[in-house]
């Protein structure tokens, strides 16, 4: 079985700056992709940052600037610095990654189950 676990999300003033954390566990033989999405209320789920194994990163084009996506391989682990935050970054972020598990030695699609940023004064 496989989890991916989101924390650092909270409560920040606009300007302000907030770190995510998403921890992969479970039996794991590797992990490709790794992405950050977010979900606004009464807004579709969009992709906000996404890095491959090997370090390439793509942002959506209303957080580049402002927003950085890292991981540590040796830790399943990804990241994402989020700076300059406005009021519209507003949303539950969820964490996205392509596991293969040990068990079945396919790839499959994991979500987390989300952490809430909300941008306000």
């Known amino acids: 079985q496989v989890q991916l676990v989101e924390s650092g999300g909270g409560l920040v003033q606009p300007g302000g700056s907030l770190r995510l954390s998403c921890a992969a566990s479970g039996s794991i033989v590797s992990i490709n992709d790794m992405r950050w999405y977010r979900q606004a209320p009464g807004k579709e789920r969009e992709l906000v940052a996404d890095?491959?194994?090997?370090?390439?990163?793509n942002y959506a084009d209303s957080v580049k600037g402002r927003f950085t996506i890292s991981r540590v391989n040796a830790e399943n682990t990804v990241y994402l610095q989020m700076n300059s935050l406005k009021p519209e970054d507003t949303a539950v972020y969820y964490c996205n990654a392509d596991c293969q598990a040990i068990a079945t030695m396919t790839w499959v699609n994991y979500w987390g189950q989300g952490t809430q940023v909300t941008v306000s004064s």
């Open positions: 890095i491959t194994s090997y370090g390439s990163t």
